[in-house]
């Protein structure tokens, strides 16, 4: 068993990587994102000045292109309804999404992309293919195959 000592263990061990690895993909995708000719000009300000973050991306990321509700959003994304709905009418002000009415049910709304929103959408694919491209190039084609089937066995939910 490691020494509690031996403080190398708390900085290098397997859910600290992770979370490092996670924000510089994250922090590179915003910043393609930013230096994307197809985004909106006043988008790519916001990403560029950081304004845009993985919360953000969340949003990107969980949104149905025919659209959803709020509810279902909060859940994909793992967080309260409250601060999905905070995130959404953020992102309603930047012109990214916009409330509608549900067709299913005359009492809820649907959350969906406008215009800007789907270019955004568009420069977030567009921008996590050349990361992960970078990635591979870093790494290495082999090395980032056997992390990714790796990370994608561990995340796959518990049979």
């Not at 659209?67 to 859940?75: I, K, M, V």
Request: aromatic share 6%; charged share 20%; glycine share 8%.
């Amino acid at each position: 068993m490691p020494d509690i000592r031996d403080a190398g263990w708390r900085s290098t061990h397997l859910g600290r990587l992770l979370g490092h690895a996670s924000r510089r993909f994250d922090e590179r995708v915003l910043h393609l994102m930013a230096h994307n000719v197809d985004v909106p000009l006043a988008l790519s300000h916001l990403a560029a000045r950081g304004q845009v973050g993985a919360a953000h991306v969340h949003l990107t990321r969980h949104l149905a292109l025919e659209g959803s509700r709020l509810t279902e959003l909060a859940a994909r994304a793992g967080m309260s309804k409250q601060a999905m709905g905070d995130l959404v009418t953020q992102c309603e002000a930047w012109g990214l999404v916009v409330r509608e009415p549900d067709p299913l049910d005359a009492r809820a709304r649907r959350v969906c992309f406008t215009a800007a929103g789907l270019a955004w959408l568009q420069a977030f694919r567009d921008a996590v293919a050349q990361a992960e491209a970078e990635f591979n190039a870093e790494v290495g084609e082999a090395v980032a195959t056997v992390m990714k089937i790796g990370l994608e066995a561990w995340a796959a939910p518990a049979a």
